[in-house]
């Protein structure tokens, strides 16, 4: 099966010297949910950047469901939805202008145009507000109306760079759903987030890149099988002076009444309550530290820096 | 692209334009309207009133097709300018970019665009001149045609301008700087066989200067100017301005990284 998406060899120097991306190789097979992440500065804009024909690449291929970039950009730049990171929408257009005026630059005629516009404007939440500037809508609404307008001509291959940056979690959660549903309705997707709960809650497989290299290209799970140790918080009662000792575990007092735990892979969490209850200790709560995604891309991007 | 489908995309950079400087109407259309008219009244009736005739016509009349000329070139070029340079500003421009528009569309959507307030500006002028005088058309194939091919010539000075822009000063350079006094200095409000002989020589270096007397040969049969090399060299520009805005779209100068 073609690939949805195929990168070989991509290299990206821009014109101060700086290299941004040192010919970095991955695919994105299609219906995957993918998640490309990297710290800020790796390469991850660039990349989609490249993909998207917003940069130009020094060296190597790009190919969109079998597309190639510069041999067949017509056809590749068809398969291809982007919702960048920032606003790039006219501020002055009203919103249905806006999805319709993207659907023309397909070829898609005036009539059919404005009918996908109103399915996706109102599947995004924002049917109530087509006729208004844009401008005057508020982030989250910028954000589903960026969404709306890169879908409006149908695209295999959908493109999100931080779609949730600073949207609230009930919206968030909301998109998520919308983009799960899309998902599943086949529309392969390519997301970098910040939100690395995110990443994980959505996506099957992962790529991270940093300093402009593939440092990780596998699945999900197969990543966080990679995770050898997991954080916890115990908040716990009564509040203590020195961390109690547990055998087999590292245990340091963040604060008197919170314990921070750190549990390896191929050990249970029964000893440490049961050790706790014999000291006359009682975990009244408990949760992660961070997300285990979050864990792991810590470690991979430090010890990539070390 | 089908041809169907690059019809769809060029008249939607078209239609998309005309919204533009439709919308604010304000700034786009008006304040041509108004300097025009003021130029007729001052010019044209106080002053040209004692100035008596030019070229053997009345001096209203005489610069009326200068007038109307020089709105079509300032409304082209500042159109596309304006909007192009808005258009990378604001970063929509992506919107074009991500998509399959070939560039030639793109090109052409915008001097279409640009060339369409240019014209309507122009229409909208010489309507006001008839408040002042009466338009007589000598030859109405050359006055339609070099007055399409200069608006097309001057968005795509704008069009150039607006890639090279890195700032709104950089917009009104050019407008202000070099094509306002071409304009004036382009036989809009003279004949220059009122200058001397070496200031005549210096006046047909001004490219302006031949689609004025042309668009006046069009109403009033004079000119100052050889009408065939004056059409030949407009085209000239014409393609060689094309191309080169086409080679500033692909290389992606000041559009992409």
């Known amino acids: ?306 | 692209m089908s041809n169907k489908e690059l019809w769809v995309a060029f008249m939607t950079i078209v239609s998309r334009e005309i919204r533009r400087f439709t919308r604010i109407w304000g700034q786009t259309l008006l304040p041509p309207a108004i300097t025009m008219t003021l130029y007729f009244i001052i010019f044209g009736n106080l002053i040209g009133s004692r100035i008596g005739e030019m070229g053997g016509f009345d001096y209203m009349e005489y610069i009326v097709p200068g007038l109307i000329m020089m709105s079509v070139i300032t409304n082209s070029y500042s159109n596309v300018v304006s909007s192009f340079y808005s258009t990378k500003f604001q970063r929509h421009i992506e919107e074009l970019l991500v998509s399959p528009v070939p560039n030639w569309v793109i090109l052409s959507g915008y001097v279409v665009g640009g060339s369409v307030r240019g014209l309507g500006v122009g229409f909208i002028v010489t309507c006001l001149s008839l408040f002042f005088t009466d338009l007589q058309i000598h030859n109405l194939w050359v006055m339609v045609s070099v007055v399409l091919l200069t608006a097309i010539l001057f968005s795509l000075g704008g069009f150039i301008n607006a890639v090279f822009a890195n700032s709104f000063d950089d917009v009104s350079i050019i407008p202000t700087f070099v094509l306002t006094p071409l304009t004036y200095l382009g036989g809009v409000f003279y004949s220059i066989s009122l200058l001397p002989e070496f200031w005549q020589g210096v006046s047909q270096l001004n490219p302006i200067l031949y689609m004025v007397n042309t668009f006046r040969y069009g109403i009033l049969g004079v000119s100052d100017i050889d009408i065939v090399f004056a059409f030949s060299m407009i085209v000239g520009f014409i393609l060689v301005l094309f191309a080169y805005s086409l080679h500033l779209l692909s290389s992606g100068r000041g559009i992409r990284h």
Request: aromatic share 6%; with cysteine; glycine share 8%.
């Open chain 1, 1 to 306: 099966m073609t690939s949805a998406l195929k990168i070989q060899d991509l290299r990206k120097v821009y014109g101060n010297g700086f290299e941004a991306l040192k010919g970095i190789s991955f695919e994105v097979q299609q219906g995957d949910f993918f998640a490309l992440l990297g710290p800020n500065g790796a390469g991850k804009s660039t990349t989609l950047g490249i993909v998207s024909s917003l940069v130009n690449k020094t060296s190597g291929q790009v190919s969109v469901f079998g597309h190639d970039l510069d041999a067949d950009s017509s056809a590749a730049k068809r398969e291809l939805g982007v919702v960048p990171q920032e606003f790039n929408f006219n501020m002055f257009e009203k919103v249905k202008d806006i999805v319709t005026t993207q659907a023309g630059y397909y070829g898609i005629a005036a009539k059919e145009a404005a009918e996908r516009a109103d399915h996706y404007l109102e599947k995004l939440g924002l049917w109530e507000k087509r006729n208004d500037i844009s401008r005057m809508l508020s982030g989250g609404m910028k954000r589903r109306l960026m969404i709306a307008r890169a879908l409006v001509h149908e695209p295999r291959l959908l493109i999100l760079d931080e779609p949730t940056a600073g949207v609230d979690i009930e919206l968030r959660r909301s998109m998520w759903e919308f983009l799960e549903e899309i998902n599943a309705e086949g529309t392969s997707i390519i997301l970098t987030t910040h939100y690395l709960e995110e990443a994980e809650q959505l996506c099957r497989n992962i790529a991270i890149i940093d300093h402009g290299e593939i440092i990780q290209n596998t699945s999900m799970s197969d990543l966080l099988a990679q995770l050898n140790t997991e954080s916890f918080i115990m908040d716990i009662a009564p509040c203590l002076q020195a961390p109690p000792h547990l055998d087999g575990y590292k245990v340091s007092l963040e604060t008197g009444q919170r314990l921070l735990v750190e549990v390896e892979k191929n050990k249970g969490m029964n000893p440490i309550f049961s050790q706790l209850a014999e000291q006359g200790v009682e975990v009244t709560s408990m949760r992660n530290k961070s997300n285990r995604l979050e864990e792991l891309f810590v470690s991979l991007v430090d010890k990539n820096l070390k």
